[in-house]
Structures are given as structure tokens and as C-alpha cells.
């Protein structure tokens, strides 16, 4: 009998299968909060593999809250309502004035309950929009992985505006309602003078530091999570705010 002890195997050798490595972007909800103000592209990675909304659309809603117990108290609703009938050419009694005043007391103590209902519904329809976008662009992400992009995308620039909002109000006495937006001087607005007219204003207030980030960071994740390109990204992005700047243009040219 033949010893083939030393005839060269033409069997294949078992090897074993290549692994593939897990993600490393698996990010919990408090560590994507934190790392979207540092590390925006890992975020959005982890968000493209497994997406979250709770915890971020809780805290949004909550920074909604905090804005308006920060800021009511230092709106002037008289004063606010003499300046919009004003600039409306509207001429009304002392009386119908302090009828409008008393309805503004009883919705200011609702506030905070429709703030609670209509923030999540405000982000259940923003990301249904991007959502839609990104579908006619081509992309195959879903609605879930675009409300999660939405929520943290607008999530850093809304904490530090908010904060720096709470921080410079309290300097302040009280104001009329559309002065409030021009207590953090961050937007184009501020450069324009008293009489420039109502639309340019409108738009002007909207074109701000924290827009453009939170645009910014729009793009960048709708092009990692909507694997597009950021071309694509920057039309899923910007569609809905430039309609919003005509409509706000419209109705201040309008109404204004």
C-alpha cells in the first residue's frame, strides 16, 4: 500500500468565513445629543443604521416649553397689540383693546399645553415633508430615519439659541412679542433699519446663524442617513425653508 503521506492536498482549506465587523456608530440616544454638537457625521452614521427620535423629540419639546416660560413674562402684550394694529392701519377702541388683552391672558395660561400637543405634531409633519423629498430625489430612507435626522439636526442649534435667549432676556424689561426675536442678534435682520419694508424684514429675521447650522447639518445628514449625494441633500434641505421664507414674506407683506 502506497504511503501518500507526502503527496501534495488538493483540498481546499477550511478557513474560516471573513468577519464583518459590527458598526461602530451604534450610539445610544444620550451619546448621539452630545456627540451631534461634536461629531455630526458619526451621529448621522448611527442614526443611518439604527435610528432614534424619542428621547431627542421629548427634549425639542421640552425646549419649546422653557422658551416660552423664559420669554412670557418679558412680553408687553399691549404694547404688542398697539404696534400690529398699527402697522395694520387698524383703528380700535380702548375697550376692544383690553378685550384683546384679557383673550391673550387666557391663551398664555394654554400655552404650555398646546406646546406639549403641537410640537410633536409639528415634527410628525416636517419629517412626513423631508420625507417625501427625499423619495422624489430617490433615496430609500423612511419616514422613521428622517424624523430622526430632522430631530438632530435642529437639536444643537436650538439648546445654544434657547440658552442664549434665557441668559440675555434677563437683562431686559418687557417688549413687544416681535421684538423678541432680536434679543440674540444673530440674524440679518438686525442690520436693516426701521422703515425697511415688512417682507424684507420677515426674511431677513429668518436668515440666521442657528438656521444655517441647523441647514448645515440638514444636508449632512440627509446625504449619509438618504445615502444621496449632498447635491440631493441640499434640495431636500432647503425646499421647505424657502417656502417658508416666501410664505413669511407674504403674509408680513400682506398683513404688515
Not at 402697522?87 to 404650555?112: D, H
Not at 406639549?116 to 410628525?124: K, R, S, T
Not at 419629517?127 to 430612507?141: Q, Y
Request: charged share 15%; glycine share 6%; proline share 5%.
Amino acid at each position: 500500500m502506497e504511503n501518500d503521506t507526502d503527496r501534495p492536498s488538493y483540498e481546499p482549506e477550511l478557513t474560516e468565513p471573513p468577519r464583518t465587523e459590527a458598526p461602530t456608530t451604534q450610539l445610544n440616544s444620550v451619546q448621539r445629543l452630545w456627540m451631534v454638537f461634536t461629531s455630526p457625521g458619526k451621529v448621522f452614521e448611527a442614526i443611518g443604521v439604527k435610528p432614534t427620535w424619542v428621547v431627542c423629540l421629548v427634549l425639542m419639546v421640552a425646549l419649546g416649553l422653557v422658551a416660552q416660560f423664559v420669554m412670557l413674562p418679558h412680553v408687553d402684550n399691549e404694547a404688542t397689540i398697539r404696534a400690529r394694529l398699527e402697522a395694520r392701519g387698524t383703528e380700535v377702541s380702548e375697550a376692544q383693546i383690553e378685550t384683546m388683552l384679557e383673550q391673550g391672558e387666557k391663551f398664555a395660561k394654554f400655552a404650555p399645553i398646546i406646546g406639549i400637543v403641537v410640537g410633536p405634531i409639528f415634527w410628525a409633519i416636517l419629517a412626513a415633508i423631508f420625507f417625501v423629498i427625499l423619495k422624489i430625489v430617490g433615496s430609500e430612507a423612511d419616514y422613521v430615519k428622517a424624523l430622526s435626522t430632522a430631530l438632530h439636526a435642529y437639536w444643537p442649534a436650538s439648546v445654544v439659541q434657547t440658552i442664549l435667549m434665557s441668559m440675555l432676556i434677563q437683562r431686559m424689561g418687557k417688549m413687544p412679542q416681535d421684538e423678541l426675536a432680536n434679543v440674540v442678534k444673530a440674524h440679518l435682520g438686525v442690520f436693516l433699519s426701521a422703515d425697511a419694508p415688512a417682507w424684507l424684514t420677515a426674511v431677513a429675521g429668518s436668515i440666521s446663524v442657528f438656521n444655517i447650522w441647523i441647514v448645515v447639518l440638514l444636508i449632512m445628514g440627509f446625504a449619509t442617513v438618504g445615502k444621496i449625494s449632498r447635491g440631493k441633500a441640499a434640495v431636500v434641505a432647503l425646499v421647505p425653508w424657502v417656502v417658508y421664507l416666501i410664505g413669511k414674506a407674504g403674509i408680513a407683506a400682506v398683513f404688515y
